[in-house]
């Protein structure tokens, strides 16, 4: 049963930060929740059939971002429109909002405003609600004289802008950029952990999953004896090797390794045994770093955690402590998290990880 409440919304940071850059849509919550299933971490808001879990499902971060949401719809305050997006494998993707969207849509809300770019309003066509496309498509039924007195308004602030140095318009444009390598980024790495996780379900061990590509050297593992079990292999996980998002980092390839493990995922003891299989990319450019955090709901926006090491072993079957992500004040925030991006001490590059097996 849908919500019979009044919700009002207020317009998202983003959206209101470059008004130029981003419309207004009313979407179907159910077709965009549908969607989103196949995105990255999905499951840590809906349960195996796409329903969003109960709260006490929930980890405790979201929990608490749940709750925030009920009290703000309970006493009327006004909630902020989410941010959709478009990725890689054309999976939508939530920016953020996230909890705003889910907890609402939990509570049977069937419809929202919602922000997306500009110029991926045909790629949002199928989840508009018919009729109700937001400020952009209502007031298309404006009367003329009001149109007009758009476009002089508008010819003047073009005049204003030009007679600037544009440093604004670069600007946008650079936070557009950093955002869409951010999702390629999150998509690229969910697509490997899903390939993994069906090699594991086929019955092969953490040890025998094989990597090995045409593109990167030094992955070859002599446990995968069959090309079953190798992930860039048709009869594998028929994925293909592809290099880096544009504008994502520093050209540096992707690396996957066998010796770092993240505090509070599968177990942490510091020590052999106990380490991750990860997808990492250094280099990252901390605009993109930095929307990464954004998108995955890391805590303190605008501050990249710290961490004192990263990983370029690559994994070929054996597994070695090196460093835990997550265990340092510095990066604290990353604990519990399966995917992030951080600052290493130890190079000063910033390194974005996605968890693709826990030990």
């Not at 925030?68 to 902020?80: F, I, K, N, Q, S």
């Not at 998509?187 to 390939?195: F, N």
């Not at 998108?295 to 072993?313: E, F, H, K, W």
């Not at 460093?323 to 004040?329: F, K, L, N, Q």
Request: aromatic share 8%.
């Amino acid at each position: 049963m849908g919500s019979s409440k009044m919700i009002t919304y207020k317009d998202g940071r983003a959206a209101g930060a470059a008004p130029d850059r981003y419309i207004e849509i009313c979407v179907d919550t159910a077709k965009v929740i549908d969607n989103w299933r196949g995105s990255l971490f999905s499951f840590e808001w809906l349960d195996k059939l796409g329903h969003v879990k109960p709260i006490e499902a929930l980890r405790d971060q979201d929990q608490e971002r749940y709750k925030a949401v009920m009290a703000a719809y309970e006493d009327g305050t006004p909630l902020e429109k989410p941010v959709l997006g478009i990725g890689l494998h054309d999976t939508l993707e939530i920016g953020s909002g996230k909890a705003v969207l889910l907890t609402l849509a939990a509570l049977g809300v069937g419809e929202m405003p919602v922000h997306i770019l500009r110029s991926n309003e045909r790629d949002f066509k199928d989840f508009i609600v018919s009729g109700m496309a937001g400020k952009g498509k209502r007031e298309e039924s404006g009367n003329v004289l009001f149109y007009i007195l758009i476009a002089v308004v508008l010819l003047a602030a073009l005049s204003f802008a030009v007679s600037q140095d544009g440093r604004g318009s670069v600007e946008t444009l650079s936070k557009d950029r950093a955002r869409l390598a951010a999702t390629d980024v999150l998509s690229y790495a969910d697509t490997v952990g899903k390939a993994v996780g069906q090699l594991r379900l086929r019955g092969y061990s953490m040890e025998q999953i094989s990597f090995e590509n045409n593109i990167v050297a030094g992955y070859i593992n002599a446990n995968c004896t069959d090309d079953g079990c190798k992930v860039f292999h048709p009869e594998g996980g028929a994925l293909t090797w592809i290099s880096p998002p544009d504008d994502a980092n520093d050209d540096t390839n992707w690396v996957i390794t066998d010796d770092m493990e993240v505090e509070n995922i599968g177990r942490t003891c510091g020590a052999d045994g106990c380490e991750d299989l990860t997808l990492q990319l250094l280099g990252v450019d901390a605009a993109v770093c930095q929307q990464i955090n954004d998108m995955l709901d890391v805590a303190a926006p605008g501050t990249l955690p710290v961490n004192p090491d990263n990983s370029a072993g690559l994994f070929t079957g054996t597994y070695a402590y090196v460093d835990t992500i997550g265990d340092v004040a510095g990066s604290a925030k990353l604990a519990g998290l399966k995917a992030g991006c951080f600052t290493s001490t130890a190079d000063s590059h910033n390194v974005f990880y996605k968890v693709l097996l826990a030990r």
